[in-house]
């Protein structure tokens, strides 16, 4: 090592030092990644789901499945984090317990009691924000979600007559949160989503906007945006006695927003609304998906002439239907099915167009 590289070296350990390792680390890379349990969508985030420290946006109308996405995924994390907990920051004051345990979550007395499920109602934008801040800073909660940064109003909004003026009291406090989270949650390893809703536009021009200030943008590490799919083809049904009831549902998500890559990626999928033998349990219909994906990226190979197909690790079956049957239940020929195609995906030429289910 010469002189120059000696002196390098040792100012960058003082400066590690003197200003500790959460704000100089000697590794920034590498950072865990935690699913959205939705593969395509891990494939349109490019790092194969939500990386750990960062700040995410997901955006979309009512029903397009934005709040049951992010149980989804707070389910995830108590699973990849057993000994942290996450947090919901119900600023809708929706949140039902019920569903969200049909979804997976472990929103229990006894996980509440533990820590491992933290369910916080605020009044109002600031105490939001100091529960945001304060669950990041402990270092104890993996993930948080804030739903929404569209119904969040401010302290002084609350305290004033209807014909006070307001404006701007409540974007000032979402960016003094967003600005401190980004800090926060890179430091101590939390990540956080942030769920929000559309506004109207009032220039007329360009459509709907998301809610919330400027800041979100140059915040957040990705803005996801949600959408359920209109018509008959995108809807199951099935008939339960004398009543035909919808089982599932698809959602297309886009990834308009992107720190880390290339934004621009979409992605399609099943959500099914209820238990049925055909197609799984309740949430996204992972065998489904699965084999779609597979299939896409040569992961799950054709062989020879006709249907056939290879799944990794099991033995060849005839017709897709055949391959999603054998794919249910069967958590690690996912797991197979998973790492061929975020593989293949990270350097397909053909990675910004949609991926539908239907393939």
Request: proline letters at 3%; charged letters at 25%; aromatic letters at 8%.
């Amino acid at each position: 090592m010469s002189v120059a590289d000696s002196k390098l070296a040792n100012f960058a350990e003082k400066m590690r030092k003197d200003f500790g390792e959460t704000r100089m680390p000697a590794r920034t890379a590498g950072r865990p990644v935690l699913s959205t349990t939705s593969l395509t969508l891990d494939w349109a985030l490019r790092k194969g789901g939500l990386e750990e420290g960062g700040i995410y946006e997901i955006v979309g109308d009512k029903d397009s499945y934005k709040t049951s996405l992010a149980i989804r995924m707070m389910a995830s994390a108590q699973q990849q984090y057993p000994r942290k907990g996450v947090a919901y920051i119900d600023l809708e004051k929706t949140f039902r317990g019920d569903w969200a345990g049909v979804l997976g979550l472990d929103c229990s007395d006894d996980a509440a009691a533990a820590g491992r499920w933290l369910h916080a109602y605020p009044e109002d934008s600031e105490d939001a924000s100091d529960l945001a801040r304060q669950m990041a800073m402990s270092g104890l909660v993996s993930f948080i979600v804030v739903d929404s940064v569209g119904g969040m109003e401010s302290r002084k909004a609350f305290n004033k007559d209807a014909a006070d003026d307001i404006v701007g009291k409540n974007a000032q406090v979402i960016t003094r949160m967003v600005k401190h989270l980004a800090t926060l949650a890179w430091q101590h390893s939390c990540t956080i989503l942030l769920i929000n809703q559309y506004r109207a536009n009032l220039s007329g021009y360009g459509g709907d906007l998301s809610a919330g200030p400027k800041a979100m943008g140059y915040s957040t590490t990705a803005k996801i945006e949600m959408k359920r799919i209109g018509g008959a083809d995108a809807v199951r049904k099935m008939k339960f006695g004398d009543s035909e009831e919808p089982v599932a549902q698809q959602y297309r998500a886009i990834v308009s927003r992107l720190k880390n890559g290339t934004p621009g990626r979409r992605a399609e999928f099943w959500a099914n609304l209820q238990p049925t033998l055909q197609y799984g349990p309740v949430g996204i219909n992972t065998a489904d998906e699965y084999a779609s994906m597979g299939i896409r990226f040569g992961v799950i190979a054709r062989e020879g002439k006709g249907s056939w197909y290879v799944v990794p690790g099991a033995e060849k079956v005839n017709g897709r239907e055949a391959v999603v049957k054998l794919l249910l239940g069967h958590p690690e020929l996912l797991d197979n099915v998973r790492r061929g195609v975020l593989a293949q995906g990270a350097s397909s030429p053909s990675d910004d167009q949609e991926t539908s289910q239907d393939d």
